[in-house]
């Protein structure tokens, strides 16, 4: 494939990709992962008056993280749906905050602007990861730290997805975002461009009334679940919310009565030559 026709084809996957976090409301569930956002600032030590890039955003978790600790921060998404919920967050907790639609594949901002770049389950799903590193690696400043939080693959998340993909395959040819989670996938994107790379296995943990109630939410607002749902048939589907009711009842860690599932991530800070 020539590089013309890779772009083609990332340049339709993200407008996918764009559709399918646009549906669903995904801030129903990213407000339950804010403390992933809180551990991955105090991660990078981030001090206040830095100036912060959260890529790919979503809904705000690192960014509200980040403006607590009084930094100056831009969060960018492609997703301007989203950017508006967190938009929301930020005026709800008085916190000051430059929000604006951006790619990550290309941030429309000079080499060097930030002293922090952040991403929590965010910039790991462009579908151009050699290209979103490098964008990343080019915004931060020499010294300056780049913090990331991404799903691993052998965690519940990527069990998920490998189970979707059973349903539904993914474009061919096209890297699992999981490999954002995963230490030599990220020495082979920032090794060259680090003095110093730190990472950490820790874990989520999804708490859910139960298996149903979790299948419930993340039918109704994940935006990845819904699409996978709205291409089956009702039998498929059935099947589907079986399988995943399964996997939630093997890693369930409660007893019969709630659902805590602990999902594995990998939080990593790069600091730059």
């Known amino acids: 494939m020539s590089p013309g026709q ?8 993200k407008q996918r990709q764009q559709a399918t976090w646009a549906s669903g409301d995904y801030a129903i569930l990213g407000t ?5 956002g809180e551990n991955l600032a105090e991660a990078v030590d981030l001090r206040a008056g830095e100036q912060v890039l959260d890529v790919a955003a979503g809904n ?3 960014t509200l993280a980040a403006a607590r600790r009084f930094a100056h921060v831009t969060s960018t998404d492609y997703v301007p749906e989203l950017l508006e919920k967190g938009a929301e967050r930020a005026r709800a907790n008085g916190l000051d905050v ?5 790619d990550a594949e290309a941030l429309p901002f000079v080499d060097g602007a930030f002293d922090v770049v952040l991403s929590t389950f965010g910039v790991m799903f462009a579908p151009d990861q050699d290209r979103a590193a490098r964008e990343l690696t080019r915004l931060v400043r020499s010294g300056g730290r780049i913090g990331l939080a991404s799903w691993t693959p052998e965690g519940f998340i990527g069990d998920l997805f490998r189970l979707i993909a059973s349903y539904v395959p993914p474009p061919a040819g096209l890297r699992s975002p999981m490999m954002w989670g995963t230490e030599p996938r990220i020495v082979e994107l920032f090794g060259s461009d680090a003095i110093d790379i730190r990472s950490a296995r820790r874990h989520f943990k999804f708490r859910y ?4 109630h979790w299948i419930e939410v993340f039918r109704n607002f994940y935006g990845p ?27 369930n860690v409660s007893d019969a009565h709630s659902l805590v599932v602990p999902s594995e991530y990998l939080e990593v800070v790069i600091t730059r030559k």
Do not use: W
């Open 32 to 36: 339950t992962l804010q403390i992933v």
């Open 209 to 212: 009334q139960s298996a149903a």
């Open 6 to 13: 890779a772009q083609d084809d990332f340049g339709a996957i």
């Open 60 to 62: 705000g978790n690192a």
């Open 98 to 102: 430059r929000f604006q639609v951006a």
């Open 225 to 251: 679940i819904c699409k996978v749902y709205a291409a089956l048939d009702p039998d498929r589907q059935a099947s589907l919310s079986q399988d995943i009711g399964a996997l939630l009842e093997r890693l």
